[in-house]
């Protein structure tokens, strides 16, 4: 593995996928990166080093910090949903003592989201992707996934969340641990005993129950009762073999609501993923900000992907039978236990 001339601070060098993601030039690049000084760099760039700290006194020398956790955000006039949502991202990472860096998608934001991102990228290990116009969920997020398939490396975890403050982000370490126990998915889930949500009327819960129960039917896959939320963590290996396999058309209906949500799922059961899912609660009660789903548009997406996936000729699931996929696979399968029925479904 090449490395790149800059250290934790533990003195490990960090590899160069590392290195890009924090923001740091590489071996080569200049000559005081040549004879790196551990004291001044930490100092000198903490800001960045920072999230690769690893915050214990006991580690043994010479252990990993593990792998980097990648927070993706996609963003949309979310100026009063930062302030309570980044500092909490941060805390739940840094006592853990887990290694991240945040990209935020800024999807033409007309409010205050473009420069108080800008302010935040000097206090977090943060980048942004920006785009000049709205252009809706589906293409913010597969921009935000190519971008970071640029940055991490295979056995890093990617974790996608909402920017709107209704998901938790303690629940990023449950979800970690199910991608270190063997699995490729690991799903934040209102169904499961412990799960739930408040805040939410109840029309929008029954329809939500009503559009999960629907897609288990049309898309049924092993050890998955939660369809429509997005808060999930993917084996970075997996991600990068998706990409790689379907290319553009990893998130396929991009112009159709909240369908990208599905569709990731449903393209990753295509190719062999693993999936499990952990307790969430989601508190609607916190949201900030205006809600940009438009039901109607997101509906019609579920409609065209159960055509587009059930198609008797030429469908996806014919098209991609067979075809091979580069390998992400970490585990075998005898040492997961997956299951089909929820624990315990929330009412």
């Not at 403050?165 to 449950?174: F, V």
């Not at 199910?178 to 699995?183: A, P």
């Amino acid at each position: 593995m090449h490395v790149c001339a800059w250290v934790d601070f533990f003195g490990r060098d960090l590899p160069t996928s590392r290195c890009k993601a924090l923001g740091l030039r590489s071996e080569g690049s200049s000559p005081r990166n040549a004879a790196p000084n551990i004291l001044l760099d930490t100092i000198w760039h903490f800001e960045r080093i920072r999230s690769v700290i690893w915050f214990s006194h006991d580690l043994p020398t010479g252990m990993d910090p593990g792998p980097m956790i990648f927070v993706l955000l996609p963003a949309y006039n979310e100026e009063k949903s930062l302030p309570p949502l980044l500092p909490k991202i941060d805390a739940a990472m840094q006592n853990a003592g887990l290694p991240y860096q945040l990209i935020v998608g800024d999807d033409g934001s007309s409010d205050g989201t473009s420069n108080m991102l800008l302010g935040y990228s000097a206090k977090y290990p943060l980048e942004i992707v920006t785009h000049k116009r709205n252009r809706g969920l589906g293409e913010t997020s597969r921009d935000l996934f190519e971008r970071v398939t640029e940055l991490c490396g295979p056995n890093d975890i990617i974790v996608r969340m909402d920017c709107d403050d209704t998901h938790n982000p303690e629940t990023i370490l449950d979800l970690v641990a199910k991608i270190d126990e063997g699995y490729d998915v690991a799903i934040a889930s209102r169904f499961q005993k412990g799960g739930g949500q408040k805040g939410v009327v109840f029309h929008r819960a029954l329809l939500s129950r009503c559009a999960n129960l629907f897609m288990k039917v049309v898309f049924p896959m092993r050890g998955v009762w939660e369809y429509s939320c997005g808060f999930r963590a993917y084996r970075a290996s997996l991600i990068q073999s998706a990409i790689a396999f379907y290319g553009n058309n990893f998130i396929q209906l991009k112009g159709l609501g909240f369908t990208c949500t599905l569709e990731k799922l449903v393209k990753l059961n295509l190719i062999g993923a693993r999936f499990t899912e952990v307790p969430f609660v989601l508190r609607y009660d916190f949201k900030q900000s205006e809600s940009k789903m438009v039901s109607s548009l997101t509906t019609l997406g579920y409609l065209t992907m159960a055509v587009c996936y059930h198609w008797p000729w030429g469908g996806w699931r014919r098209n991609y039978k067979g075809q091979p996929v580069p390998e992400f696979r970490v585990a075998p399968e005898t040492q997961l236990i997956q299951s089909d029925e929820p624990q315990k479904r929330a009412a």
